[in-house]
């Protein structure tokens, strides 16, 4: 018994330079921003960061994890981006298990009770948009990778975000309640002009309405449903299964017989099966980002889109 | 009150006590959104155009409601999952693994994780073996210490180094690098305590300090250890008492203290370092104190652009054991490259080299490997070890293994 004692003692004495140090790291450790300050967001996409941005503007400091060239499917939980989380009082993450491979390791990894699933800090931001691709009926992998709760990409119908708004409104309400006023008119605003716009971009994109278009993966539906365009088939056989020659050679038959002169695809995707199908069919490869690049705002970021695709709407029309 | 254990536990709640309290803020928050949400009110304009536009929007998807009821029927449900490990040893002359076997269904591991309730998520991992089954984790995480504390308590791989928090199915190598083997046990270095780490960038970057203090290793990695022992033994004395006893039969309590650092170079690539140390005493011929160090880098480099097409890891783990008093120091170490050739296709070397606790000499060897993935669920890989004992024969082995993972399997630490 008396063994033993002494032995915890002689343990506990060894073990004090690292508790007085751990003790030492945690005091000098970042005190959490004075309510004046910016409130610190962390938003796991470069296009949710934007609408922070234009329901927050000054008033927020918004980090976004996934950069603008990286599939939202793939980001690593760097060490770094678990530190940001850890500080942030509001994180917004996508949701519909689009970054289920990443954001729970950053989320948790943080530490931060502010941000967690149910905390007044947390916005998932697909809680109340228009979701497509909603699977029924009896779903696994042998599927592919399909997302049991709809197609994630919902930020390519612009409209859908106008219930986004409101869910970062609301979390910045929440955390922030002094402004709130504040941010319900900067998202006022912000509606307004997207009415506004909205009418530009479905004038630009009237031409193409009703076009058979190609993509590369299930991530356009959104975009083309708003603007009619019609996706009549993806290089990929499953998500996330890649491209496969007798996949091609059926969706190339089909896509002759109905006409496409459109493939869309991310920049984050390989270029020789989309430019072989272009050669071989006689369409466009049209590369749309699916977030906003360094400098643009959401608007600037489907002002780039809507662009791009009439372009070569009218270039593939003209040939 | 002495009692290191019961420090940590003091400490523990105390932490709570202060997220209780901390916890009563947000309630008062909503209180006045409420009051700001009917100011915004008064701004009809808001509402109108909001409510122009989500005519337009259109009405969700009827799907939706279905999607509602379906998480809520399976979210209190943890998530349960899967990872089936299967070998097939191609050796030319003749089997290496366990007791001879040509095919080996190596493990069947089942997660089960969940929430707790919002101040604890639990993970539970059980080993099949044949017909054992062991518990290789299972720990209790806290989600809401303040200061960017958190605990763990239960059973878990101990962060000793790197490599030694991956479970065997998922390691890049199709086993642990020789010096793992020798130091710290076949599957890894795991045990019960409790486990405290905090977060945090005092110098600019991430860091995170773990203190650990659990019960000595218990000798199940040794007894497996036997089995393949007595095979590889058989000719050759040499091999002999192959590690897995690092601080078996260990009474007394083990201290483990890991500072990890992650450096972001680049978008692309990110450096991280790792100092461990763990200390125990031992029953040998006397009763001594038995000092562990490790010292890990690890290099990742994957460009955000072509993410899914191409990667390259760069690593290296050197592990000392210091026995009791006088007696000898010994060293193990490996370092491992690994590129992605394409979306599905990985190629990696591994290079090893340890000096085998309680043996003569040193062994020195290293494995090839190519690695194909259908999904990110499924995996095949063909693997070639060779195992060169300074004082013996040499060992070569061909391994083919299938991994497959069902359920929704959390993601992996970085």
Do not use: K, W
């Given at each position: 018994m008396i063994r033993t004692h002494r032995l915890c003692l002689s343990a506990l004495a060894r073990a004090l330079p690292a508790l007085v140090a751990g003790a030492w790291i945690v005091a000098s450790a970042p005190v959490p921003a004075a309510a004046q300050e910016r409130i610190p967001v962390v938003a796991t996409l470069p296009v949710l960061a934007e609408l922070v941005e234009a329901v927050g503007g000054d008033r927020v400091a918004v980090t976004a994890i996934a950069t603008p060239l990286q599939d939202p499917h793939f980001v690593e939980a760097r060490p770094s981006y678990i530190l940001a989380a850890s500080r942030a009082r509001v994180f917004v993450t996508a949701g519909?298990?689009?970054?289920v491979g990443w954001e729970p390791l950053v989320r948790e990894g943080s530490?931060?009770?502010?941000?967690?699933?149910?905390?007044?800090?947390?916005?998932?931001?697909?809680?109340?948009v228009r979701k497509l691709g909603v699977p029924t009926g009896r779903i696994d992998r042998s599927r592919g990778d399909v997302h049991p709760h709809g197609n994630p990409h919902y930020w390519l119908d612009p409209l859908n975000a106008v219930p986004l708004t409101a869910d970062i409104a609301l979390a910045l309400s929440r955390v922030d309640p002094a402004n709130a006023g504040v941010y319900n008119d900067r998202r006022r605003r912000f509606l307004a002009e997207l009415e506004e716009r909205m009418a530009g971009w479905r004038a630009r994109l009237a031409p193409l309405s009703g076009s058979p278009v190609a993509s590369y993966h299930e991530s356009w539906e959104y975009l083309a449903s708003r603007f009619g365009l019609e996706i009549v088939g993806t290089l990929e056989p499953k998500p996330g299964i890649p491209p496969s020659p007798s996949h091609l050679a059926g969706l190339m038959d089909r896509m002759r017989a109905r006409g496409v002169r459109l493939i869309l695809k991310e920049p984050y995707y390989e270029n020789d099966n989309p430019a072989l199908v272009a050669r071989e069919t006689g369409a466009r490869v049209v590369e749309l980002p699916n977030q906003p690049q360094p400098g643009q705002d959401y608007f600037a970021f489907v002002d780039g889109l809507v662009e791009r695709l009439a372009a070569a709407g009218a270039a593939g029309t003209s040939r | 009150m002495t009692h290191p254990t019961t420090m940590f536990v003091v400490t523990l709640l105390v932490a709570a006590a202060t997220t209780e309290a901390r916890a009563q803020e947000p309630e008062a928050a909503q209180d006045t959104v409420a009051a700001g949400a009917a100011a915004a009110d008064t701004l009809e304009s808001l509402e109108a155009i909001e409510a122009r536009l989500m005519g337009e929007l259109g009405a969700a998807d009827s799907a939706a409601p279905a999607v509602a009821r379906a998480a809520s029927a399976s979210s209190l449900n943890p998530d349960l999952s899967l990872i089936a490990d299967f070998l097939v040893d191609l050796s030319p002359d003749e089997a290496t693994l366990e007791d001879g076997?040509?095919?080996?269904?190596?493990e069947i591991e089942v997660g089960i994780q969940g929430a707790v309730d919002p101040y604890f998520r639990y993970d539970a991992f059980l080993g099949i073996h044949g017909d054992a089954i062991e518990v290789e984790e299972a720990y209790a995480t806290t989600l809401a210490l303040p200061a960017s504390l958190q605990a763990r308590l239960g059973r878990f791989l101990l962060p000793f180094g790197k490599v030694n928090l991956t479970h065997r199915p998922e390691l890049p190598m199709f086993d642990l690098p020789l010096a793992h083997r020798e130091f710290l046990g076949e599957e890894g270095l795991s045990s019960t305590g409790l486990w405290g780490s905090w977060i945090g960038a005092p110098l600019g970057f991430f860091q995170e300090l773990s203190i650990v203090a659990a019960e000595g290793i218990e000798a199940h990695a040794h007894e497996e250890e036997h089995g393949e022992e007595e095979h590889e033994g058989d000719e050759d004395e040499a091999e002999g008492d192959h590690g897995g006893d690092v601080f078996e039969d260990l009474g007394d309590r083990l201290w483990l203290a890991h500072l990890k650092s992650s450096i972001d170079l680049s978008p692309a690539s990110n450096l991280e370092l790792g100092l461990s140390w763990a200390t125990a005493i031992v029953e040998e011929e006397a009763r001594g104190r038995v000092n562990l160090y490790g010292v890990d880098v690890t290099w990742r480099w994957k460009p955000p652009q072509f993410a899914k097409y191409r990667s390259a890891i760069l690593q290296a783990e050197a592990i000392w054991r210091a026995e009791p008093g006088p007696g000898e120091t010994r060293a193990g170490a490996f370092a491992f490259a690994q590129w992605q050739l394409a979306r599905r296709w990985f190629v990696g070397a591994r290079a090893d080299w340890a000096e085998p606790p309680e043996e003569p000499g040193s062994v020195a060897g290293g494995q090839l490997l190519v690695r194909w993935f259908p999904t990110e669920f499924s995996q095949l890989r063909l693997a070639y070890e060779r195992q060169d004992p300074e004082f013996g024969e040499a060992l070569d082995r061909l391994v083919f293994q299938t991994t497959f993972a069902l359920g929704p399997h959390r993601p992996h630490a970085y």
């Open positions: 519909m298990d689009l970054e530490r931060n009770a502010a941000i967690q699933v149910g905390a007044p800090g947390y916005v998932d931001a697909s809680a109340h | 076997e040509r095919y080996q269904l190596r």
